[in-house]
């Protein structure tokens, strides 16, 4: 049995995929190339030895994705697949929400049609809106605040409620925190199209000399240093939390899992930890704080360590190492 990774192209889904080859799986990489470059299989390859089976079809094509299930027996999915730049979603809803939702209802259809039961999905943590307080954990309040986060509380919905009818589902919401770095190998990483809207990829970016500094939004939060304050995690880290979450499958109805490390860092201590590991300056301005950002964001990853045995394991100074390490390649 093969194991559909949508979105396996891309930043999280190419690291899920590595990590479940290197652990013995067969994966089938679907993907539109929309925000990734067919290139990332060859790297895949080059990684493992194995090259995945690629089909570049978009979930908006319905016979298309059914094509992918008749062709091959494919017993769980991953589903990284979606668009995910908050900005752009405030100024294109109906794009997001068709992008996500419909293409996730057309997977859903061809799941069921195709007696495929399993499904891992990429939820982030911006399902909590703005946390009362943190650690996060999995029970608190939800709430979104831009139509790229209503996307994943509403597929977060109909995931729940298609358990609640059909009783041969196992779903796993996995909630993400702030995933940086990359491989080792430097082949695979981050790398946004345009102007970076998350920290480091713009950080490296700056660090090349292909921007000329860092915006630093806000300085006046409730922080330590009144920069803003997320959970980093090595996308490494982040990529085996999925191969954990196969077991979460087991389950039938619907699981929901942190993924984070429970540590919270400040935009500036990103700033000097990035300066200090790599022997690069990163020059920055603070400028005003960014429209619906927060003081803090992080995790209580406890539940994912109690139930899934996983924990995140990479420190900050090899999240900016590789980080580095991919943008000097690319
Ligand atoms: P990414 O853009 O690198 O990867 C997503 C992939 O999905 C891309 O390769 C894109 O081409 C593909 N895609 C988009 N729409 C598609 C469609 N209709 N049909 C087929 N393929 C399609 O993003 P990523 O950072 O790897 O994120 C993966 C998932 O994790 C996304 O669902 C994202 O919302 C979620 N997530 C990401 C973060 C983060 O900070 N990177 C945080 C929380 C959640
Ligand atoms: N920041 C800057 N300058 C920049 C970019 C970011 O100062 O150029 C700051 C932000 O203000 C924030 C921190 O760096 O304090 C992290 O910002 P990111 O944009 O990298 O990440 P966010 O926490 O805002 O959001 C990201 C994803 C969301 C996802 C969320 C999950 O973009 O989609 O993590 O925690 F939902």
Partial sequence: MSILVTGGTGYIGS?????????????????????????????????????????????????????????????????????KAVGESVAKPVEYYHNNITGTLNLLFEMRDHNCFNLVFSSSATVYGKPE?????????????????TTKLYIERILEDLCIADDRFSVVLLRYFNPIGAHESGLIGDNPNGIPNNLMPYVTRVAKGKLPHLNVFGNDYETHDGTGVRDYIHVLDLASGHFSALKALEKRGVSVYNLGTGNGYSVLDIVNAFERVNGIRIPYQITER????????????????????????????????????????H
Avoid at 24 to 39: F, M, T
Avoid at 315 to 324: F, K, R, T, V
């Fill in 15 to 83: 690291h899920t995929c590595v990590d479940f080859i290197e652990k013995g799986k067969e994966v089938i990489i679907l993907d539109n190339l929309s925000n990734s470059k067919a290139e990332v299989v060859d790297y895949i390859e080059q990684i493992t030895s194995v090259r995945p089976k690629f089909y570049e079809i978009d979930l908006l094509d319905r016979d298309g994705v059914k094509k992918v299930f008749d062709e091959n027996d494919i017993d769980t999915v991953i589903h990284f697949a979606g668009l």
């Fill in 133 to 149: 307080s943190v650690p996060i954990r999995e029970d608190f309040p939800l709430s979104t605040t831009n139509p790229y986060g």
């Fill in 290 to 329: 960014r429209k619906g950002d927060i003081a803090e964001c992080f995790a209580d990853a406890s539940k994912a360590e109690r139930e899934l045995g996983w924990k995140a394991t990479r420190g900050l100074d090899e999240m900016c190492a590789s980080a580095w390490n991919f943008e000097k390649i």
